[in-house]
């Protein structure tokens, strides 16, 4: 009996010992292997496990995906799915792996955005950053009852958005976006520069429709205040603005470099060789140089300016239109002898 027992003993041990080394493996012995030391995993809103297991195989982030399912359902992550964007590591456990998910803990994203020149341009841009696609994004940008409620229309709405680097979460929702960039915007329009804006007697949204004209005009940064300016001096003499940016943006072919006397009659309120004033939004999204170059524009005398002959990307200024049209032949026939026709 003795010996029975003894070998009882010794084979429930044996038995114990394997199930314990195998239950071991299952919880704490690495299960993630990656070429990289890292890699990221997406979890859309709504997700189910199964989607998750799907995620983590597509991507052949485990090596063991029957073990990490058991612990996931021992765990209770099968039912309480988080999403959002989660960093995982060369060498996890299953165990780690799973407190990572059930924790919530998302590595959070820096989304940026510039160089925009439509409503369009902005979603399409947006989506590749954060979980909204690009038609709920478009259809906030064009919700009228929304933007009323920020006194901004579907033509301005541009203007809330500050070209930047901004902290947030991947699974950020179009709403929760369009109240982060609101919040930044109040944010950025501080009382400092909302007083400059008065003293150019312009409100934010018609500081940023300028800047925009003001972008779309000269990419060198020390000329963009002399260029505000210029347009700042035609408003307040009732000038129209007669700038080419806003025909090259009702047309919508921004590939144009020359613009012909022919594009001056379209009848768009984007014409400002037609209509006084500003348009009714911007032709970008100007970046934060261009709406301080508004905001902080020299006071001088000029009243016209055209792009230098020398193609440096400078403009020829004057005070008087016949010295602005000797600035522009030269302009012209530079233009003539590289053969730009449009």
Not at 4 to 31: E, R
Not at 164 to 188: G, H, L, P, Q
Request: aromatic share 10%.
């Amino acid at each position: 009996m003795k010996k029975i027992l003894f070998l009882i003993l010794t084979l429930l041990l044996l038995i114990g010992a394997v199930t314990a080394y195998i239950l071991y493996q299952k919880i704490f012995s690495p299960n993630v292997k990656l070429k990289d030391n890292k890699t990221y995993l997406y979890i859309r809103t709504g997700s189910n496990f199964n989607q998750v297991v799907s995620s983590l195989s597509e991507q052949h982030i485990l090596i063991n995906t029957e073990s990490f399912t058991w612990l996931a359902k021992k765990m209770n992550y099968t039912e309480r799915i988080i999403p959002g964007r989660y960093e995982i590591t060369d060498n996890m456990n299953n165990r780690q792996l799973l407190q990572l998910l059930r924790s919530g803990k998302q590595v959070p994203i820096k989304l940026t955005f510039n160089n925009i020149r439509t409503k369009a341009d902005l979603a399409s841009r947006i989506c590749k950053q954060i979980e909204a696609d690009s038609a709920q994004i478009a259809a906030m940008l064009n919700d009228s009852l929304l933007l009323k409620e920020e006194a901004l229309n579907s033509e301005n709405v541009l203007c809330l958005f500050i070209p930047n680097t901004y902290e947030m979460y991947w699974n950020t929702s179009a709403i929760v976006f369009f109240n982060r960039m609101k919040k930044e915007y109040d944010n950025f329009w501080n009382t400092t520069r909302r007083q400059k804006a008065h003293q150019q007697e312009l409100t934010p949204v018609q500081v940023s429709i300028l800047a925009s004209i003001v972008q779309s005009e000269t990419k060198q940064e020390a000329e963009k205040p002399r260029v505000a300016g210029v347009y700042l001096n035609r408003l307040r003499q009732s000038w129209k603005l007669e700038a080419d940016p806003t025909l090259v943006y009702a047309i919508g072919d921004f590939s144009i470099k020359r613009v012909l006397n022919e594009y001056k009659t379209i009848d768009s309120p984007y014409n400002t060789y037609k209509y006084f004033g500003l348009p009714p939004g911007p032709i970008c999204l100007p970046d934060i140089s261009s709406i301080d170059a508004v905001l902080n524009a020299e006071n001088h005398q000029f009243m016209y300016f055209c792009a230098r002959e020398d193609m440096s990307g400078f403009h020829a200024f004057a005070k008087d239109y016949n010295t602005h049209l000797l600035n522009a032949k030269r302009y012209q026939a530079e233009l003539n002898r590289r053969n730009i026709k449009k």
